[in-house]
């Protein structure tokens, strides 16, 4: 598509943009499946930047923004899966798109498309045969977003705890590389 290019997230104005994509996805996706207080107080603009920081300090996780023209449009991480609960150790040696945001506008635009695509392209030159992602199970469009590029629920899933004795449930979504 014209006008869209890759950014490898290595800066601190990298970090901002993707932190604040989070923030904007997560404020217009999951309204009523995390507590409000959470969405308010927690999921600010720069509230991943740090994370964003030390995943690129550390080499754990690589971030991505695919951008139209200047303006970051979508961007996502990805690396080795986090595994940290038993029964996981089945998804040792995958890789995991950990974070895929886009901007509320660009949504429908195939931004998403694209920057998954190159996203897949780059864990499989990273040595991965299998890759995952969690997604909420509310969140009907994401689902068919990751179905459209060959992911399908594996029937696992993972319990998030949020405030409020609120549990969000992902279900571990999977495909071949």
Do not use: Q
Not at 101 to 110: F, L, N
Request: glycine letters at 10%; one cysteine or more.
């Amino acid at each position: 598509m014209e006008g869209l290019h890759f950014v490898d997230a290595c800066t601190e104005e990298h970090f901002r943009a993707m932190s604040a994509i989070h923030a904007r996805g997560w404020h217009d996706t999951y309204p009523g499946y995390v507590p409000d207080d959470y969405l308010r107080d927690v999921i600010t603009e720069d509230h991943w930047v740090p994370l964003f920081r030390e995943d690129y300090r550390t080499g754990r996780r690589r971030g991505l923004l695919l951008c139209r023209g200047d303006a970051p449009a979508a961007c996502c991480t990805y690396g080795p899966a986090r595994l940290s609960l038993p029964g996981e150790a089945a998804y040792s040696g995958w890789g995991e798109v950990c974070s895929f945001y886009a901007e509320p506008a660009e949504i429908g635009r195939g931004c998403g498309s694209m920057l998954m695509e190159e996203t897949l392209r780059r864990l499989k030159a990273d040595g991965f045969s299998s890759c995952l992602v969690l997604v909420l199970k509310e969140n009907e469009r994401a689902r068919r977003f990751y179905a459209r590029h060959g992911f399908a629920w594996d029937g696992t899933h993972k319990d998030i705890p949020f405030p409020h004795d609120m549990v969000c449930v992902d279900l571990r979504y999977t495909r071949a590389l």
